[in-house]
């Protein structure tokens, strides 16, 4: 859900501590994301729902790591990058779809993009220095295309209306 909703890379949940979580304001301080930048996002109230209920199930460990290992020889110790790939491998398989962890950072972009944020923000919560490799994130669905179309075209018929108005008189 970090991924999906806040555009964290599956290295940044792996390594997200419990001190970097600010509940109350609902955001993340990733620390040395890639590129060893520091950024903050924000939590959508989906994804601290489902964040809030691991925390209070989240065995009690000494670990400063939020995501732990449930199971085996490792039960408690910091889930590795490997090991949410591969959880997320087995649910993808389970479901019968084309997955991967770095499929939700782009959903989340395109989600973004559609739900009519700018592309800078965009940017800012992904930390991508060039708005290049935003741009590619970010795939334009044909809702926004078509929604951005009929939203200029009112402008523009408006516009000349206007301006007929203008001329007439």
Avoid: W
């Avoid at 991924?3 to 792996?14: D, F």
């Avoid at 620390?31 to 959508?44: A, H, M, P």
């Avoid at 389970?94 to 965009?122: F, G, P, W, Y």
């Amino acid at each position: 859900m970090l991924m999906l909703r806040c555009g964290l890379r599956v290295e940044e949940v792996a390594h997200l501590r419990l001190q970097d979580l600010d509940l109350a304001q609902r955001r993340i301080l990733v620390c040395q994301g890639k590129g060893n930048k520091d950024r903050v996002v924000y939590i959508s109230l989906d994804a601290e729902r489902i964040l809030k209920d691991y925390l209070q199930s989240r065995s009690s460990s000494p670990e400063k790591q939020i995501f732990l290992v449930n199971k085996g020889t490792c039960r408690g110790k910091p889930i590795s990058v490997r090991g949410i790939q591969k959880r997320m491998e087995y649910y993808a398989r389970k479901a019968k779809l084309e997955i991967s962890c770095h499929h939700l950072r782009h959903t989340m972009a395109t989600q973004l993009l559609n739900a009519d944020a700018d592309l800078v923000t965009i940017q800012d919560l992904l930390g991508h220095s060039r708005i290049k490799t935003t741009q590619r994130y970010a795939k334009i669905s044909n809702v926004k295309v078509q929604r951005d179309y009929y939203k200029a075209m009112e402008v523009i018929l408006q516009k000349a209306a206007n301006d007929r108005g203008l001329s007439m008189n």
